[in-house]
C-alpha cells in the first residue's frame, strides 16, 4: 500500500517543482515598451487615441513627410522632395524608389510603395465612393478635424512616382499635416486582396506598412508582437523584436521596470519619480511637452472683455506656486500660448509678473473691486493639467488675496468639453491644448482664431489685429516670413491677455539604462527605430 | 423538481428584461456621449456633429433606441463597440476566458482554504483558531484591492523576485491562443516552461481576487456550522458515539452547506466586480476593464452588451446555486 502513496508523493513534488522550471530566455535583443493602453485599431486614420498611434502610425507605417525623431521639423519621408506652386495652392511630392511595404505570415508584396497608394491613403478616408470609406464606421476624425475635406481639391497620381496635391486655398501648414498620424500610407494591393478576400476589416487589424516594424500578432487587451522590417528603407532596426505589453497601471508599470520586464515606460506615477530617477539601472529622460495649460476668460462677458481686468487677475495669479503645487516640478511657466519647443516661440515677450499689490489697484482702479467670477475646473488628468481643482484652489486663494471671489464649478468631462464652448458661459475656464503637427497655426487659429468662436476658442476671443496675423500666416510658405507674423501674434496676444498661460508641462520617460537612443516625440509618441539596447 | 426548474427559469425572462432596460439606461444617464469626447479639445462643428449622431443613431428618440437594442439582442447581435468598431460579441469572447479562468481559481482558492477556515472555526469557537480565523478573515474583507494588490506586488515580485510582476503569461512564450485559458493553451503549445509560467502569473492576481470571497466564505461557513452543530440531530449523533470527523465532516456540514452555497452563488458577482480592479492592476486582459474603460468613454454598445453578459452569467450561476439546493435538500425539490 505505501508504494502508490510514495508515488503520488513524489508525483507531487516533482510537479510542484516543474512549476518553478524556467523555458529559455528572452532574445536579448527584444525591446518590451510597457504600454498603457489598448490601440483602438491598427489603422491610424480613423483613430484619435496616442496609444493607438504608437502601436501603429509611430512604428508600423511612414508618411510623405515626417517629424525629425524627437523634433517638430518636418523632414522627407517617403517622399524625397516636394515642390509647393506659387500660388500656393499645388503640393508636388516626388517619392522615393524602392520603398518596400513588409512582408509578413499574412501578406507578401508584389510590388514597391507607388503614387497608387499614397492616393489610395487619402481616398479612403475623403471619397464616400471609396469601398474603404465605410469600413470601420466613417468618422475618420484627424482627417475632419484638419479640415481636410474643405482644404483638398483633388489628389492625382501624376505618374508612379509623383502625386499632386490640389488645395482649395493657400494653406502653409499643409506640409506639417502630412506629417501627423492619420497621413500614414497604407498598401493599395493590401487593401485590395482583403476587399476581394472579404476581409475589409483586415486592414485595420493586421496592418501592412512600410515602416521599421511589422505587425506579427495582438492578444487583445495584452500583448502586441512586431518584428523588424529587414528591408526598411531607412535602415533596418537592430533590434530582435519589439513587445508592447499593456500594462493599465502606472505603479505596476514601473514595478516592471524595476524587474527588468520591461525596458520603456509611458507616463509614470508624478509621487515615483524621485524614486525612478534615484533608481540605479533607470533613467528618467525629460523634455517640455508640446503642450499649454491655460486659464481661458471669457472675453465677450463682463467684466472679462475689459483688457485691464485680465492682466489685473493674470497679475494676481502665482505661477510658480502652481508649478510646485500641481506639478511637483514636471512642467514649466508659460508665458506664451505656444510651448517654446515650436518654432517662431518669441523668447524676447515679458511675463506678466506676478504683483498681487498691483492687481488689487488695477482692479479698484477699473471699478470691479470685489469681483465674484467662477473657475471651471477639470474633472480629468490630462497631458497639460495633472490636476485641474487643485489648480483651481491654488488660484481661488490667490484672488481672494486681490478681493476677487472665487467659485470653482466642475463638469463631467464631455459635459465640461461642450458646456465651455458656449459663448454666454459664466466663467473662465481651465483647459490646454497638445500640438497635432508642430506648426504654431495649429495653436494660435485652433485655439484663438476667429472661427473657433464658440468652438475650440474657449476665451471666445476675436481680435481683428491678431486675427489678421495669424491669416496672413496661412498664406505664406516661407517660414521665416511665417515666423515674423507669429511673432507678432504672441506679442498681441500678451496685450490682450484673453488667457493666463499657465504652464507646459513636462513629458517624463523612465527607461531602463541598457535602452540607447531612445528619443522622447513632443507629439506624445512613443517611437522605437532608431532605439537599441546595450548588451 | 421539474416543476421547480421551470418556475426558476420563469424568472429569467423578466429578469433579463429589467436588465437589459438598466444597462440600456445607465450609461445613457451619465452626461456627455461617445463623439463629443472623441472630439475631445478640439471640438467639432455642429453640422458634422448632427450628421455623426445620425450616423449612430443616436439622435432618435430613445425607446426607439431601446427597441433597436433589443431586437438586436434577440437576434444574438450586439452591435458594434463604438471605440473599436468591432462587434461587442466578438470583443467579449475575446476577453472573457481570462476572467472566467482568473474567477475560477479565485473561487476554488476561496472554497479550498475558507471552507476548512469555516469548519475549524466553527468547532473550536471562541478558542484562539476561531478568534484568529475570523479576525484575518475580517482583515482580508477590509483591505482594498488595489491596496492589497500593490502590496503583494511590490512584496514578492519586487523584493523577492518570486512571482512575476503582472500579465498572463512571460512574453518569451509566443503560441496561438485556442481556448484563451492559459492553462490549456499553454499546455497544449508544449513549449518548455509556458505551463509553470501561466501558473505563476496566476498566483497573485488569484489571492487579491480570491481574498473578499474567501473571507466571506470562512465566515458564512463558521455561522453556518454553528447553527447546526448547535442542532439536536448532531447532539445525538455524538451520544452515540460517532467521531467528530464524521460528525463535522458529513452531517453538519452537508446541511449547512445550504447558507454556504448561496454565498457562493452570490460571490460571482462580488468576482466579477473585483475583476475590474484585479485586472487592471495586474494587467489581465479581461471584461471587468473593457466594461470599465467602456463607461468612461461612453462606448454605449459595449457597457450595454458587456452589463448584459454579466448579468446573464450571475443569473445562470445563480440558477445552478438553486438547482444545487434541490439536490441537497429534498424539502425542496418536493415543493
Redesign the interface.
Known amino acids: 500500500m505505501t508504494r502508490p502513496r510514495h508515488f503520488a508523493l513524489g508525483t507531487l513534488a516533482l510537479g510542484i517543482a516543474s512549476l518553478f522550471a524556467q523555458g529559455a530566455a528572452q532574445a536579448a535583443g527584444t525591446l518590451v515598451y510597457c504600454s498603457e493602453g489598448s490601440p483602438e485599431g491598427f489603422d491610424p486614420a480613423p483613430w484619435t487615441a496616442g496609444t493607438t498611434f504608437d502601436a501603429s502610425a509611430k512604428n508600423v507605417y511612414n508618411r510623405l513627410v515626417e517629424f525629425d525623431r524627437g523634433t517638430t521639423n518636418v523632414v522627407p519621408g517617403v517622399a524625397k522632395e516636394w515642390t509647393v506652386s506659387d500660388d500656393g495652392l499645388e503640393y508636388t511630392f516626388t517619392l522615393r524608389e524602392g520603398v518596400k511595404f513588409q512582408t509578413t505570415d499574412f501578406f507578401t508584396p508584389t510590388r514597391d510603395m507607388n503614387a497608387e497608394d499614397v492616393v489610395f491613403t487619402f481616398d479612403r478616408q475623403g471619397n464616400t465612393d471609396n469601398p474603404y470609406f465605410d469600413y470601420v464606421g466613417g468618422q475618420w476624425e484627424y482627417y475632419n478635424g484638419m479640415s481636410m475635406p474643405d482644404l483638398i481639391s483633388s489628389i492625382e497620381a501624376v505618374d508612379d512616382m509623383t502625386v499632386k496635391f490640389t488645395l482649395t486655398r493657400p494653406e502653409a501648414p499643409m506640409i506639417a499635416n502630412l506629417a501627423m498620424d492619420f497621413a500614414s500610407i497604407l498598401s493599395k494591393e493590401y487593401a485590395d486582396a482583403m476587399m476581394e478576400a472579404g476581409t475589409p476589416e483586415m486592414l485595420n487589424q493586421q496592418p501592412i506598412g512600410t515602416g521599421p516594424f511589422a505587425f506579427q500578432a495582438y492578444q487583445k487587451d495584452a500583448v502586441i508582437r512586431y518584428l523588424p522590417h529587414a528591408e526598411y528603407w531607412n535602415g533596418p532596426s537592430d533590434l530582435d523584436a519589439l513587445i508592447f505589453a499593456i500594462t493599465p497601471d502606472a505603479s505596476v508599470r514601473y514595478q516592471k521596470l524595476k524587474a527588468g520586464e520591461c525596458h520603456v515606460m509611458p507616463y509614470p506615477n508624478p509621487a515615483d519619480v524621485a524614486e525612478m530617477k534615484a533608481e540605479e539601472g533607470i533613467e528618467v529622460l525629460e523634455q517640455e511637452g508640446l503642450n499649454v495649460g491655460y486659464l481661458a476668460y471669457n472675453t465677450q462677458v463682463a467684466p472679462f472683455d475689459n483688457v485691464n481686468v485680465r492682466k489685473a487677475l493674470n497679475m494676481a495669479i502665482d505661477k510658480q506656486a502652481i508649478l510646485d503645487v500641481v506639478f511637483q516640478g514636471a512642467g514649466t511657466i508659460a508665458k506664451n500660448p505656444i510651448p517654446p519647443t515650436i518654432w517662431s516661440y518669441n523668447e524676447a515677450i515679458a511675463d506678466d509678473a506676478y504683483d498681487p499689490e498691483k492687481a488689487k489697484e488695477m482692479l479698484v482702479a477699473e471699478g470691479v473691486d470685489g469681483l465674484d467670477m467662477k473657475i471651471w475646473a477639470m474633472p480629468v488628468q490630462r497631458p497639460y493639467n495633472p490636476n485641474a481643482r487643485r489648480m483651481a484652489e491654488v488660484m481661488q486663494a490667490d484672488l481672494a488675496k486681490v478681493d476677487v471671489n472665487v467659485e470653482i464649478v466642475s463638469y463631467e468631462w464631455a459635459e465640461y468639453l461642450d458646456k465651455s464652448k458656449e459663448v454666454g458661459r459664466d466663467g473662465a475656464v481651465l483647459l490646454g491644448w497638445t500640438g497635432d503637427n508642430g506648426d504654431p497655426d495649429n495653436f494660435l487659429a485652433v485655439l484663438l482664431g476667429c472661427d473657433a468662436v464658440g468652438g475650440s476658442n474657449r476665451a471666445q476671443w476675436c481680435h481683428q489685429p491678431f486675427e489678421d496675423l495669424i491669416q496672413q500666416a496661412k498664406l505664406v510658405s516661407d517660414q521665416d516670413e511665417r515666423t515674423a507674423l507669429y511673432e507678432q501674434a504672441q506679442t498681441v496676444f500678451k496685450e490682450q491677455a484673453p488667457w493666463d498661460t499657465i504652464a507646459h508641462s513636462v513629458v517624463q520617460v523612465p527607461v531602463r539604462s541598457e535602452v540607447e537612443d531612445f528619443r522622447i516625440d513632443p507629439f506624445g509618441g512613443f517611437i522605437f527605430h532608431g532605439v537599441s539596447l546595450a548588451d | 423538481m421539474f416543476g421547480y426548474l421551470l418556475r426558476r427559469l420563469g424568472t429569467f425572462v423578466p429578469t433579463f428584461i429589467g436588465v437589459s432596460l438598466v444597462s440600456f439606461l445607465f450609461i445613457r444617464l451619465?452626461?456627455?456621449?461617445p463623439i463629443?469626447?472623441?472630439?475631445?479639445?478640439?471640438?467639432?462643428?455642429d453640422e458634422?456633429y448632427s450628421a455623426?449622431l445620425t450616423?449612430f443613431g443616436y439622435d432618435q428618440p430613445i425607446y426607439l433606441q431601446y427597441w433597436d437594442y433589443v431586437v438586436g439582442i434577440l437576434q444574438g447581435d450586439l452591435g458594434?463597440s463604438f471605440?473599436?468598431?468591432?462587434p461587442v460579441w466578438d470583443?467579449f469572447f475575446?476577453?472573457f476566458p481570462a476572467t472566467l479562468e482568473l474567477s475560477v481559481c479565485a473561487m476554488a482558492f476561496a472554497l479550498l482554504l475558507g471552507l476548512p477556515a469555516g469548519i475549524v472555526a466553527a468547532v473550536n469557537r471562541g478558542k484562539w483558531p476561531d478568534q484568529l480565523l475570523m479576525s484575518t478573515a475580517l482583515v482580508g474583507y477590509s483591505m482594498p484591492i488595489f491596496w492589497w494588490a500593490?502590496l503583494l506586488?511590490?512584496y514578492f515580485?519586487?523584493v523577492l523576485?518570486w512571482t512575476?510582476?503582472?500579465?498572463?503569461m512571460?512574453?518569451?512564450?509566443?503560441f496561438p491562443?485556442g481556448t484563451g485559458f492559459m492553462l490549456i493553451d499553454s499546455l497544449v503549445s508544449g513549449?518548455?516552461?509556458?505551463f509553470?509560467?501561466a501558473?505563476?502569473h496566476l498566483i497573485l492576481p488569484t489571492i487579491v481576487l480570491g481574498t473578499i470571497p474567501l473571507a466571506v466564505i470562512a465566515r458564512q461557513t463558521r455561522s453556518a456550522m454553528l447553527e447546526v452543530l448547535g442542532e439536536d440531530y448532531v447532539r445525538t449523533a455524538r451520544a452515540k458515539g460517532l467521531s467528530s470527523l464524521r460528525i463535522n465532516g458529513l452531517h453538519a456540514l452537508r446541511n449547512a452547506m445550504i447558507p454556504v452555497i448561496t454565498v457562493i452563488g452570490l460571490q460571482v458577482g462580488t468576482l466579477m466586480a473585483g475583476a475590474i480592479l484585479t485586472e487592471?492592476?495586474?494587467?489581465w486582459?479581461?471584461i471587468g476593464?473593457?466594461i470599465v474603460?467602456a463607461i468612461g468613454s461612453?462606448d454605449y454598445t459595449t457597457v450595454q452588451g458587456g452589463l448584459l453578459m454579466i448579468a446573464l452569467i450571475v443569473m445562470v450561476v445563480n440558477l445552478f446555486v438553486d438547482i444545487t439546493y434541490g439536490f441537497i435538500n429534498p424539502k425542496i425539490r418536493a415543493r
Open positions: 451619465l452626461p456627455g456621449d463629443m469626447l472623441m472630439a475631445g479639445e478640439r471640438g467639432m462643428s458634422r455623426l450616423q458594434v471605440k473599436t468598431k468591432r470583443e475575446a476577453l500593490l506586488i511590490i515580485s519586487g523576485g512575476p510582476v503582472s500579465g498572463r512571460s512574453l518569451q512564450y509566443f491562443s513549449q518548455k516552461g509556458a509553470s509560467s501558473v505563476q487592471t492592476i495586474f494587467s486582459p479581461g476593464k473593457w474603460d461612453r
